[in-house]
């Protein structure tokens, strides 16, 4: 059974940089698309962008000035880096899997609060 | 960027009866090349991440029962979902995996 564990600083200062692991467990890692969604209640279920497991990225134009996802095949994990965060990026945090038909596999999300 | 919109926001619903919800997507998005329609359907309660339903518009994913089903094609699509039990009762959205980025309609919420 496939599983997907987040980890990663909750709580930031404005202008820190938000940092953010995925780890997949009990099943292949290649062939896929990691993903990094964001959720919040002023702007809903936001794609932030998504890696393959060669490094091919590709990033939402408005996070991607901002926005870094990294993938680590030999550890079976994949990571974001958002920098210059402020309130607005406050939100809960996703990663997700998808092979092109919708995501079938998620982290439990991590709540990302940005507040001096 | 592909604005997906769902209607209603909100749906009063009864248990046992049928609930429809509503995404119309601002351009296509089918593919010529594979006749599909890049569309997924998910449901989300409290303090959990979204659970695929529904994607290629109206193929069920493993383990999803029956009475959910999806259907359209091009911009307007349905979730439908009939014989509605307690459990159903919580937060749907759809989402366009055709171009990105990839983007999610504002949810409709299923209420008794």
């Known amino acids: 059974q496939e599983q997907i564990q987040q980890w990663g600083a909750g709580l930031l200062n404005p202008s820190e940089t938000l940092s953010l692991t995925c780890g997949v467990s009990?099943?292949?890692?290649?062939?896929?698309?990691w993903t990094w969604i964001r959720q919040s209640p002023g702007k809903g279920l936001e794609w932030i962008g998504e890696i393959n497991h060669t490094g091919k990225t590709d990033y939402n134009p408005s996070l991607k000035s901002r926005v870094t996802i990294s993938v680590d095949p030999f550890n079976q994990q994949f990571s974001l880096r958002l920098t210059s965060v402020t309130a607005a990026d406050s939100a809960v945090y996703y990663c997700a899997r998808h092979i092109g038909g919708g995501y079938t596999h998620w982290g439990q999300g991590t709540l990302v609060t940005v507040s001096s | 960027d592909i604005v997906m919109t769902q209607s209603p926001d909100s749906l009063p619903v009864s248990l046992g009866e049928r609930a429809t919800i509503n995404c119309k997507s601002s351009?296509?998005?089918?593919?010529?090349?594979?006749?599909?329609?890049?569309l997924a359907w998910y449901q989300q309660n409290p303090g959990q991440p979204p659970r695929l339903l529904i994607y290629w518009a109206s193929t069920r994913e493993s383990g999803v029962p029956d009475r959910f089903s999806g259907s359209g094609s091009g911009t307007d699509f349905t979730l439908t979902i009939t014989s509605l039990r307690a459990e159903d009762v919580t937060l749907y959205y759809c989402q366009q995996y055709y171009i990105s980025p990839y983007t999610f309609g504002q949810g409709t919420r299923l209420e008794i």
């Open positions: 351009q296509s998005v089918l593919s010529n090349s594979n006749n599909r329609s890049f």
């Open positions: 009990g099943g292949s890692f290649s062939g896929y698309f």
